[in-house]
Nanobody
Framework: QVQLVESGGGLVQAGGSLRLSCAAS????????MGWFRQAPGKEREFVVA????????YYVDSVKGRFTISRDNAKNTVYLQMNSLKPEDTAVYYC??????????????????????WGQGTQVTVSS
């Protein structure tokens, strides 16, 4: 069982930055592929980015490439999402998610919600224009 707790959301002006954190419980954090999703009001939850077990591989959705950076610190059981050049359309509740890397190995980067086993409660990010 893995418990995930996000933090770092808030209100920021367009062009600003925020850093989200997701702290995980348990001693097997490095066994999990981690992802970030977001859900805007009235829209479905969408994949944003994922990071492999060691942190050396990542996959971004096109809309955030060059602006967002995912990283992880396995010693601290934490994954981060640095968000720069924020736009109003980035406004959403951001969720981190985890799946055992072995479950998805060889199947490409998991980008659907039902491919992940554990979820945080979400943190609100609001970007004003």
């Amino acid at each position: 069982q893995v418990q995930l707790v996000e933090s770092g959301g808030g209100l920021v002006q367009a062009g600003g930055s925020l850093r989200l954190s997701c702290a995980a419980s348990g001693r097997t954090f490095s066994s999990y592929l981690m992802g970030w999703f977001r859900q805007a009001p009235g829209k479905e939850r969408e994949f944003v980015v994922a990071i492999g077990r060691s942190g050396s591989t990542t996959y971004y959705v096109d809309s955030v490439k060059g602006r967002f950076t995912i990283s992880r610190d396995n010693a601290k059981n934490t994954v981060y999402l640095q968000m720069n050049s924020l736009k109003p359309e980035d406004t959403a509740v951001y969720y981190c998610a985890a799946v055992l890397a072995l479950r998805v190995y060889g199947n490409g980067w998991p980008q659907k919600s039902d491919e992940y086993d554990y979820w945080g409660q979400g943190t609100q990010v609001t970007v004003s224009s």
